[in-house]
C-alpha cells in the first residue's frame, strides 16, 4: 500500500491549505487515517484523524475549528483543509494509515512521504 501526500505549498498567515492523502489501495470501513506533522528537530504531532467508515474525527486541540479532515471513499482519498493557518502550523505533514484510533503515530501501518507547508507571518 502507498499513500500519496500532496497539497502543501507557501501560504500567508491566515490563509488555507487543503492537503490530500490518496491510497493506492480501496481505504477500508475499519480503516483510520491520520495526518501528523513534523518540524526539524522537533518530534512527530499529531493533528488530526477520521474513521474511514463512521466518519469519526479527532483533532488536536490547536487546530480544531481550524482544521477539517475529511475522506472521499469513492477516490480512496483523505483531505486535510487547513484554514487560518499561523506560523506553527507549518512543518512536513505526513498522511497514515492503520486500524487504530491513535494519536502518537506508532499504530499506523502505512506512511506518506510527506508534503511541506510553510506559513510565512
Known amino acids: 500500500v502507498q499513500l500519496q501526500a500532496s497539497g502543501g505549498g507557501l501560504v500567508q498567515a491566515g490563509g488555507s ?3 490530500s492523502c490518496e491510497s493506492s489501495r480501496r481505504i477500508y470501513s ?3 487515517v491520520g495526518w501528523f ?6 518530534e512527530r504531532e499529531f493533528v488530526a484523524l477520521i474513521r474511514w467508515g463512521s466518519g469519526i474525527r479527532y483533532y ?3 487546530v480544531r475549528g481550524r482544521f477539517t ?3 472521499d471513499g469513492a477516490k480512496n482519498t ?3 483543509q487547513m484554514n487560518s493557518l499561523k506560523p506553527d502550523d507549518a512543518g512536513v505533514y505526513y498522511c497514515a494509515m492503520g486500524t ?4 502518537t503515530g506508532n499504530a499506523y501501518d502505512y506512511w506518506g ?3 511541506q507547508v510553510t506559513v510565512s507571518s
Open 17 to 19: 491549505l487543503t492537503l
Open 30 to 32: 475499519s480503516n483510520v
Open 37 to 42: 506533522r513534523q518540524i526539524p528537530g522537533k
Open 60 to 62: 488536536e486541540d490547536s
Open 69 to 71: 479532515i475529511s475522506k
Open 78 to 80: 483523505g483531505y486535510l
Open 100 to 103: 487504530q484510533y491513535d494519536t
Open 113 to 115: 512521504q510527506g508534503t
